[in-house]
């Protein structure tokens, strides 16, 4: 992992997405990602990562399984995350297959609803790329959800 040695909060406008990315860093590690419609007063605009987001946007293929990410979830949720950062650009997966490589039972509904909770609060959306997820709940808004698909080729 590539911690990026940063605190703060960071955030640039992309008109390809017709949103912000704003990312919060603690220690190094992505902590949060959101999407506001500006940015907001007090957010730096220049950061690496930002730069890699960009690249991103322009269809460039991007994993960022490289970023040092801190998922402040509870560990059945952790361990879901987790797996779906391992989804390659490109690629979708399903909720009840997301579950098997979690490691979860895709017949129970318990475990369904720790996959479900986890992906709808996802707290850095792109990093885990919940938008590869076919059938979601999604930590990603809709329509930023739609542009990256679109992007990776996910229909």
């Known amino acids: 992992m590539v911690s990026l040695g940063t605190s703060g909060v960071f955030a640039r406008a992309y008109a390809d997405l017709d949103r912000t990315i704003e990312v919060g860093f603690a220690g190094g590690r992505v902590i949060a990602v959101s999407f506001p419609t500006g ?3 007090d957010a730096k605009e220049r950061h690496a990562l ?9 269809g460039e293929p991007e994993s960022f399984i490289d970023v040092a990410v801190g998922l402040t979830v ?18 979708e997966v399903s909720v009840s297959r997301l579950a098997r490589l979690a490691g979860l039972d895709p017949n129970d509904p318990d475990d369904l609803e720790t996959v ?5 609060e ?4 792109i990093l885990v790329p919940d938008h590869r997820v076919g059938g979601g709940p999604y930590g990603t808004p809709e329509d930023v959800r739609e542009t990256l698909r679109s992007i990776e080729g996910i229909y």
């Open 74 to 91: 509870p560990t059945d949720q952790r361990d879901v995350l987790t797996v779906l950062r391992d989804i390659r650009h490109g690629e």
């Open 122 to 125: 996802n707290p850095t959306p």
């Open 116 to 120: 479900a909770r986890a992906l709808r």
């Open 50 to 58: 930002l730069d890699r987001f960009e690249t991103y946007l322009r």
């Open 39 to 41: 940015v907001p007063e």
